[in-house]
C-alpha cells in the first residue's frame, strides 16, 4: 500500500470518528457555524474544486495525447481493427455491467444527502438516442471546454488527437507540445493529490456529522456491489469470450496468468504492470511476441474495464444517495463518456477519481458524492487494475489466437513450480 493510500485510508477513518462524534454532540454555534459549516465545510470544498478544475485539461491533453498515438492502429491493418473494438466493446459491456448492478442492488438508498449539496443538481432529461449521439458533437468546440461539456470534450480531443495521428510528420512539433503538457496536467494532479487526505478527512466529518453511522451500511454495499461486478466481468464476460473464441479455459488462464496479476493487484498501475503483463503472456500464455508488443501496450492505455465498471456503480450509487433518479439518456451518456474517457487515460494515482468526476459532471451529478468513496475506492483500486490487465491478456489471447500466432503447447504446460513471483516484482525496480 503508497503512502499516499494510507494517509487517504487515515484520513477517511479519522472523519469518520469525529464526524460521529460531532455528530452525537447537541446543536451549538461551535459545532454547527465554527466547525461543520465553517472549517470542515472550507477545507473539503477546496479539495472538490481542485479536483473539477483539473477535469477538463486533464481530459482534453490526456485523449488528444492518447488517441493520436491509436490512429497508428491504420499501420497494422486486421489486428489493429480486432483489438480496437475488443477494447471499446468490453469497456461498454464493463459499464453497462456497472450501472445494471448498482441499479439491481441499490447501495445508496436509505440515506438522503439532497441538503449536502449547495447547487441544484441538472440531470439530463429524458432525451431520445438520437438526440443524445447528435449532442456529442460540438458546434463551438471551445465553448463545449468552457462550459465543461465532457461528451462533447472528449470527441473532439479524440477527432483532434487522430487527425495529428494522420499528419504526424507534419505535426511532429504539436505532438510533442501535447506530450509535454500531458506530463505538466498529470504533474498538477500528483500536487491536488496531496491535499487528498485532507480534504477526504474534512468531507468524511462533515457528511457524517450530519448523517451519522447510517452511512455504514450504504458504504458496505458499493464495495460489495463493485467487488461482484467485477468477479462478473472476470469470469463471465472475459471467460466466455476465451471459451467463445478459443476454446481454452479461463481456470487455467488465471493459473497462469498469475505473476501478472499479483504484480497488478499489488501496485494498483495497470502502466507500472505492463513488463511483467508482457512477460507472462509471451512465456505463460504462448502469445506471439510480435501480437503483445502492440495490443498489450494499447491496452494499458485504452482498456480501463475495472474503471469503467466502477464508475458505472459509483454514479448509480451517488445519484441515488442524493436521492436523484437517473435517466434513460443520462445512463447512455455515463457509458457513451465512461467509454470514450477510457481512450488514453493515463493510469496513474489520482486520474480515477478526476474520471469520476467528469462523468458524473456529465450528466450533472453532484461531485460532493466523491468524498462517501474516495477512501474505500483506494482499496477497491488494487482488484480494478487486476481486471483491467486481465482483460488486455485475454484479447491478447484471442487476437493471437484468430492470426495463427498462438502456441497452444505453451499455455497447456504446467507453470514452472520454482518460479518467484518477488523475482517479476523485480522486474519493475
Do not use: W
Amino acid at each position: 500500500m503508497t503512502k499516499l493510500t494510507s494517509k487517504i485510508l487515515k484520513g477517511l477513518f479519522l472523519g469518520m470518528i469525529i464526524g460521529l462524534i460531532l455528530n452525537f454532540m447537541p446543536e451549538n454555534y461551535v459545532k454547527d457555524v465554527v466547525i461543520i459549516d465553517g472549517i470542515l465545510y472550507l477545507i473539503g470544498q477546496i479539495f472538490l474544486r481542485a479536483i473539477m478544475m483539473m477535469v477538463v485539461p486533464l481530459v482534453f491533453i490526456s485523449l488528444v495525447n492518447g488517441s493520436s498515438g491509436v490512429g497508428d492502429i491504420k499501420r497494422l491493418g486486421r489486428i489493429g481493427g480486432k483489438t480496437l473494438l475488443f477494447y471499446i466493446l468490453s469497456t461498454t459491456v464493463a459499464i453497462t455491467i456497472g450501472l445494471g448492478l448498482g441499479l439491481l442492488i441499490k447501495p445508496g438508498i436509505g440515506i438522503d444527502l439532497a441538503n449536502n449539496v449547495q447547487s441544484q443538481p441538472n440531470i439530463n432529461e429524458n432525451l431520445p438516442l438520437v438526440e443524445v449521439l447528435l449532442n456529442m458533437v460540438p458546434r463551438n468546440p471551445i465553448e463545449a471546454l468552457a462550459n465543461g461539456n465532457m461528451l462533447q470534450v472528449i470527441v473532439f480531443a479524440i477527432f483532434t488527437g487522430l487527425a495529428l495521428s494522420s499528419i504526424k510528420e507534419k505535426a511532429e512539433n504539436i505532438i510533442k507540445i501535447f506530450e509535454s503538457l500531458n506530463e505538466l496536467v498529470l504533474k498538477m494532479v500528483e500536487y491536488v493529490m496531496y491535499i487528498a487526505p485532507v480534504g477526504v478527512f474534512a468531507l468524511m466529518a462533515r457528511t457524517f456529522a450530519t448523517q451519522g453511522y447510517q452511512l455504514m451500511l450504504p458504504l458496505l454495499k458499493y464495495m460489495f456491489a463493485v467487488i461482484a461486478a467485477l468477479v462478473i466481468h472476470g469470469l463471465v464476460v472475459y471467460g466466455g469470450m476465451l471459451k467463445v473464441f478459443t476454446r481454452l479455459s479461463i481456470v487455467k488462464f488465471i493459473k497462469n496468468f498469475a505473476p501478472a496479476l499479483s504484480v497488478a493487484f499489488s501496485t494498483a498501475s495497470s502502466g507500472a504492470t505492463l513488463p511483467v503483463t508482457l512477460d507472462t503472456v509471451v512465456k505463460r500464455l504462448g502469445v506471439s511476441p510480435k501480437v503483445a508488443s502492440f495490443t498489450i501496450p494499447l491496452g494499458a492505455t485504452i482498456n480501463m474495464d475495472g474503471t469503467a465498471l466502477k464508475q458505472g456503480i459509483a454514479t448509480v450509487f451517488i445519484a441515488q444517495v442524493f436521492g436523484i433518479e437517473l435517466t434513460f439518456s443520462a445512463i447512455l451518456t455515463v457509458i457513451l463518456t465512461a467509454t470514450l474517457a477510457s481512450i488514453g487515460t493515463a493510469g496513474v494515482p489520482g486520474v480515477g477519481l478526476i474520471m469520476l468526476s467528469m462523468v458524473l459532471k456529465s450528466v450533472g451529478l453532484p461531485v460532493e458524492g466523491i468524498a462517501l468513496i474516495m477512501g474505500i475506492d483506494r482499496l477497491l483500486d488494487m482488484s480494478r487494475t487486476a481486471i483491467n490487465i486481465m482483460g488486455d491478456a485475454v484479447c491478447t489471447v484471442i487476437i493471437s489466437k484468430m492470426e495463427g500466432e498462438f502456441d497452444q503447447s505453451v499455455f497447456e504446460a504446467e507453470p514452472e513450480k520454482e518460479e518467484n513471483f518477488e523475482s517479476r516484482k523485480a522486474q519493475l525496480a
